[in-house]
């Protein structure tokens, strides 16, 4: 069973149980030429760009390439430059950076982000592989298989960052209260997992949401290790859809360079 780390992280633990449950829902995304990604994106959640341009700056062009006039925000390029890491599990990126610039809010980071590009500048010597989950369609997967686990996901509020026990700057003192399966305004369906949820301040239920959170874990753990992986080149651009795909890598060791982008589109909120 799952189990909660010094920092309050909550770790899964891979079952047998439910391995042909989650089998089937990973996703490795085909590689594509601009003028494909939007369609490919669309159908698969995920799509390479084999081609783009050199340097970071690529980025915010694969963007407008890929969305087009639905592009609606981007925020800075993260270079993300290491030399060795462990596991990172699956997860949906989106972080609360809100700064104050001379009287004018500014937001740095954005928990709507529906768009995600990594770029690959330089692949780690051993290990780094990256790994895709549809959570669409591992929802629908544990609608029959788990549907009380797939009630809670769909129904319950949690608080999202509530198990830091150091938390870092940017995550709010203030309990953020949300549900991990929403919907947009438009309907379109979100699906998310941050390690530190728990249950939301005074719930009635908190034993067994945390049970759930525990079985939730368990299975994001298992789909992990059934899932296949695959390898980003030098150069190669990869663009998820960050409302429907949790993503993560491999540990790895060796120089592993990227650059990540987040983006707001017209179909975030």
Do not use: K
Not at 80 to 93: I, K, N, P, V, Y
Request: with cysteine.
């Amino acid at each position: 069973m799952a189990h909660r780390s010094p920092s309050g992280r909550r770790i899964g633990a891979v079952r047998a149980e439910l391995t042909d449950l989650v089998r089937g829902t990973g996703v490795v995304p085909e590689r594509a030429s601009a003028a494909e990604a939007g369609a490919l994106l669309a159908r698969d959640g995920a799509v390479v760009l084999a081609e783009p341009g050199p340097g970071p700056e690529a980025l915010p062009v694969v963007a407008a390439q890929v969305w087009g006039d639905r592009l609606r925000q981007l925020f800075t390029v993260r270079p993300l430059r290491q030399t060795a890491g462990e596991l990172l599990a699956l997860h949906s990126d989106g972080a609360y950076v809100v700064v104050d610039d001379h009287g004018t809010r500014v937001d740095l980071r954005s928990l709507h982000e529906d768009g995600l590009l990594q770029r690959c500048v330089h692949p780690a010597a051993v290990g780094g592989d990256s790994f895709l989950v549809d959570g669409y369609a591992l929802l629908d997967a544990l609608a029959d298989g788990l549907p009380e686990l797939h009630a809670f996901l769909t129904g319950v509020e949690v608080d999202y960052f509530g198990g830091w026990v150091d938390p870092p700057r940017e995550v709010p003192r203030t309990p953020l209260v949300r549900r991990l399966v929403e919907h947009t305004r438009s309907g379109r369906r979100v699906v998310r997992h941050s390690e530190t949820a728990v249950p939301a301040p005074r719930d009635p239920g908190a034993a067994g949401h945390d049970a759930c959170l525990d079985l939730w874990a368990d299975v994001l753990a298992t789909v992990t290790e059934v899932t296949p992986r695959f390898r980003l080149d030098a150069g190669e651009v990869l663009v998820v859809d960050n409302h429907r795909l949790l993503h993560g890598r491999d540990g790895f060791t060796g120089r592993r360079d990227m650059d990540v982008l987040t983006v707001l589109t017209a179909d975030a909120w």
